[in-house]
């Protein structure tokens, strides 16, 4: 009786450490995570194609930066129609990119400098090389399914099934002689889209993911196209969209209520989450799952799981909301945007903040180059979890690709350059050489922007208030006791509006940003002390110096300040 009472009071005490641990944050819950675009990231042979031993080799500059992950945009097996997001094997390499004994040495490497791995996942579609597809082509009796198919309207082949478009071509459906039925592509029609109401696909693709992050050890994976893994099966046709303003071709055009975030889709992702799960259940470390959903926040939202939490989807699900800032966006749009966030995600989930990614022009060409740092470390600030597009980290703008030079098959020259994502995908500015330390070689896949001489890594390193030291330091503060401070207020100063403060605080600590945001210069009213921790580039106060209020913040200032309470 007496033992069994120990027992319990054990167990007891063993729910309450794990009730510690849960409010203990996890590794991912206070991660940088940093994206690398394999292509333009380091290309080690000379082919003008960056490639896993490029990583490897740069496996230091990374860590020295001070984030906690890296996560590969593909580097499967692919015929790049969509650079890499066509994938004709989904547990192989590409060969530009290397093999999976470069790739295992990659695991190890990073894993040995304590950063995590994250592989881009997309389980949407397949490129039209894999072989289910070329097995569906035949008519296989385990493949045909796969793949959504259906007759043309009347059984004819110049009429589809319906009105569905795709994100990047105009219908979503192409026909195929073999089988005489359409097959639907939500991307290029050389990315067939697997059908994820049937079962054998579901299981399919979890095999997927046990294979890279239970067999590779890999630490998680970014779920691409979420929105779009299930369409409604009846094909009813989809209305025509509010905006009066999108022409036909257009993705626009339609209001995709049968093609985006079904109820299904949601349910395939909280199924992952728990097969990621019980994957973690037997390792050291927790694997994650991050989801994209480029839509409205209140579909981005449900894909973390429910508001309960009794429902389980993505760690999180990328918070796009500034994406979109443009060189007009003052304080106000931008804490705006941080409120419409802010106020819809649900307290038990992390949030997180991106200003870039493979598939929207630089912060710097969009936002303006002069406001770079302010908004770094607002990314880096807010609560949660950071995510920086490569090159970000020194305010690299976009590239100038001229259409000749482009490769991106969402664009084509009449379209040119509006939809083109060649521009934010040009090599990694290294140094000032003539292939900016990128590649050795001869050509390079995208062209090396000449800006590579006023922006490159090589000289941001030796200049100690560089963005990239600043981007660095910042680092340094969110690993600190910043991560501990759940609470988060901001708001707006400054008559033309462009003032924006962000305040962290507990009992022992407060840590303020202040940004001015425009070229006037602004008066933050305050009258007590701070420590200068961060600034701008251009900022005239030097790190680690004490200032007492009213602060002026000169032209596209941001200062990050700190005052102890004991
Ligand atoms: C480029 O570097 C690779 C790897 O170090 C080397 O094998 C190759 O010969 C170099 N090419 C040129 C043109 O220098
Ligand atoms: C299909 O056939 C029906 C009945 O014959 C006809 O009313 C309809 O217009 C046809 N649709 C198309 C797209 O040809
Ligand atoms: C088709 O299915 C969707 C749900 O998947 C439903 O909302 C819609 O009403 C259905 N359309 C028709 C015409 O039955
Ligand atoms: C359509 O375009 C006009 C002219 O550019 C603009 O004033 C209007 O706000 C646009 N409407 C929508 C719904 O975007
Ligand atoms: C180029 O894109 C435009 C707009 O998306 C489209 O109308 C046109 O058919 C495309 N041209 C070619 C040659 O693909
Ligand atoms: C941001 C992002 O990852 N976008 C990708 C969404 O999916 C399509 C199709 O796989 C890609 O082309 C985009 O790059
Ligand atoms: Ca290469
Ligand atoms: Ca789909």
Request: aromatic share 12%.
């Amino acid at each position: 009786m007496y033992k069994l009472y120990i027992y319990l009071v054990a167990i007891f005490l063993i729910n309450i450490v794990n009730v510690y641990a849960a409010e203990e944050k996890d590794w991912w819950q206070t991660a940088t995570i940093y994206q690398i675009y394999p292509k333009s990231f380091k290309d080690s042979d000379g082919d003008g194609i960056g490639d896993l031993k490029g990583i490897i080799e740069k496996l230091d500059y990374i860590k020295d930066l001070g984030v906690s992950a890296i996560w590969l945009s593909p580097i499967y097996k692919s015929p790049q129609y969509d650079a890499g997001y066509d994938i004709s094997d989904f547990r192989d390499i590409d060969p530009i990119y290397g093999n999976l004994e470069i790739f295992k040495e990659l695991v190890t490497e990073a894993h040995n400098r304590g950063l995590k791995v994250v592989l881009d996942y997309v389980p949407n579609h397949t490129s039209d090389q894999h072989e289910w597809f070329q097995e569906a082509l035949k008519g296989s009796e385990t493949y045909k399914d796969y793949f959504i198919w259906a007759d043309g309207k009347n059984g004819s082949k110049n009429d589809p099934p319906n009105n569905w478009i795709s994100v990047f071509t105009h219908s979503a459906w192409e026909w195929v002689e073999e089988r005489k039925q359409f097959y639907l592509h939500q991307f290029l029609k050389q990315q067939p889209d697997l059908d994820f109401l049937n079962p054998n696909v579901r299981q399919e693709m979890k095999d997927v993911l046990t294979y890279w992050l239970d067999t590779y050890d890999v630490d998680g994976v970014r779920i691409d196209a979420v929105p779009h893994l299930v369409e409604a099966k009846n094909l009813t046709d989809e209305p025509r969209t509010y905006d009066p303003n999108s022409s036909e071709i257009d993705y626009n055009y339609l209001d995709h209520i049968f093609t985006r975030n079904q109820p299904e889709s949601y349910d395939v992702v909280y199924e992952w989450r728990s097969h990621i799960d019980s994957i973690s259940a037997k390792k050291t470390s927790t694997k994650v799952c991050f989801s994209e959903a480029a839509v409205d926040i209140d579909y981005v939202i449900p894909y973390y799981g429910n508001a309960d939490g009794s429902k389980l989807g993505a760690h999180f699900s990328f918070n796009f909301v500034l994406l979109g800032l443009t060189p007009e966006s003052t304080a106000v749009d931008v804490s705006n945007l941080i409120g419409a966030w802010l106020d819809k995600l649900p307290s038990i989930y992390t949030s997180n903040w991106v200003l870039g990614n493979h598939d929207n022009h630089r912060i710097a060409t969009k936002a303006g180059k002069e406001r770079v740092d302010a908004l770094n470390i607002l990314a880096g600030f807010l609560p949660g979890v950071q995510v920086t597009y490569n090159g970000e980290e020194i305010g690299m703008e976009d590239g100038e690709v001229k259409c000749e030079q482009g490769v991106d098959m969402a664009s084509n020259c009449t379209s040119y350059p509006y939809l083109s994502r060649d521009f934010e995908r040009t090599p990694l500015q290294w140094d000032s050489s003539e292939f900016a330390g990128f590649s050795n070689g001869t050509s390079t896949w995208l062209p090396v922007s000449v800006k590579k001489a006023e922006c490159n890594i090589a000289d941001q390193l030796k200049d100690p208030k560089s963005h990239l030291n600043i981007y660095k330091k910042l680092q340094e503060v969110r690993k600190g006791d910043l991560a501990d401070i759940i609470s988060v207020e901001y708001s707006t100063f400054g008559d033309d509006e462009m003032g924006l403060a962000v305040v962290r605080q507990n009992s022992a600590k407060i840590y303020a940003l202040v940004l001015n945001l425009g070229s006037n210069s602004l008066t933050v009213k305050t009258w007590e002390t701070f420590e200068v921790i961060l600034t701008s580039k251009d900022s005239q106060r030097n790190w680690g110096e004490i200032i007492s209020g009213p602060i002026t913040l000169q032209s596209y200032e941001a200062l990050l300040l700190l005052q102890q309470n004991v």
